[in-house]
């Protein structure tokens, strides 16, 4: 079954309560912030990870990906929680991971991945994949995975993030024509919601 809205909800209150420090602070973009958004203190902890990936998955599965990731390292934590909340609907999603930069010697890829269930590569040209992130500010990141991504071959079915920040970022992923889904909003205050769109596309799921 998808992901209620009490479910979301307490993932909100998980991650307002333990991913936010407020202050003076200057991100990595260079803009100024009120507070300081950390979401691996909630993404790497099994417990939130299961919320995030019964949050997630129909979301995923819906766009019609045959496999999930995004960038090192914010991204790892979500795509192995969506990846795993697959199994609960008969799904094996594999998970890939765009890294940092590319490898210096071996394979030299630039996108790790697991085994195929096919004589091809998960990451075959052709196949329709979601990319999952932490955050997005700027859309920086993701930009990358994307180029990423399609430099494989691949079509970016879905962009779906956890904190869509009020910098203009998923908006302006939105007007290259990428289909991004934020499940929460984080205000210039740093008061975290839930995304009404997002919840509107869990109860067409229902």
Known sequence: MPANLGLLEELRDLMQRHCFQ????TLTSGRKSKFYYNGKLV???PS????IGEALIDVVLAS???????????????????GAAGLTRGRDLPVYVVRMEQKAHGAKDLIAQPFSDDDHDVMAAGRRV??????????????KAVDAVRAAG????????????AEGGADALRKQGLD??????????GRLTVNPAFAERLATKA
């Open 154 to 165: 691949c079509q970016v079915a879905l962009v779906a993030v956890l904190v869509e920040r």
């Open 64 to 82: 019609g990906a045959e496999a999930v990731g995004g960038p090192a390292l914010g991204a790892v934590p979500i795509a192995m929680a969506v």
């Open 180 to 189: 991004v889904a934020s499940v929460f909003r984080a205000d210039e205050e």
């Open 43 to 45: 993404t790497l902890r």
């Open 130 to 143: 979601a990319i999952v992130e932490d955050t997005i500010t700027t859309g920086g990141s993701v930009l």
């Open 22 to 25: 407020y202050g003076d602070f």
């Open 48 to 51: 939130g990870a299961a919320l």
